[in-house]
């Protein structure tokens, strides 16, 4: 079984910046593996933050863009995401996501609070 463990939440006050982790507990970060964050905050849906596919295509949520940077150390099976400029509404609890051929893997989530 994998398991995929984020770290790097807290809280922040606005304008700040975080650094995200996502550790898998096996070599799953393959050549065909795509990845990347969501995020949910109360009361709605989770929702896209940053996506690498494995082709290494990376995608943004209109919302983050030029704040947020996803990147990938494939030989430390980790993920992460470079959080600046942080705002109130980037408030939500912190998902990273591995599809990995046939195989889906999400993390437990971290909380990221920015307030002052």
């Known amino acids: 079984q994998v398991q995929l463990v984020e770290s790097g939440g807290g809280l922040v006050q606005p304008g700040g910046s975080l650094r995200l982790s996502c550790a898998a507990s096996r070599s799953i970060f393959t050549i065909y593996a795509s990845m990347g964050w969501y995020r949910q905050a109360p009361g709605k849906q989770r929702e896209l933050v940053a996506y690498?596919?494995?082709?290494?295509?990376?995608n943004y949520a209109d919302s983050v863009k030029d704040r947020f940077t996803v990147s990938r150390d494939n030989a430390k099976n980790t993920l992460y995401l470079r959080m600046n400029s942080l705002k109130p509404e980037d408030t939500a609890v912190y998902y990273c996501h591995v599809q990995e051929r046939n195989q889906a893997y999400w993390g437990q989530g971290t909380q990221v609070t920015v307030s002052s």
């Open positions: 690498i596919s494995s082709g290494g295509w990376i």
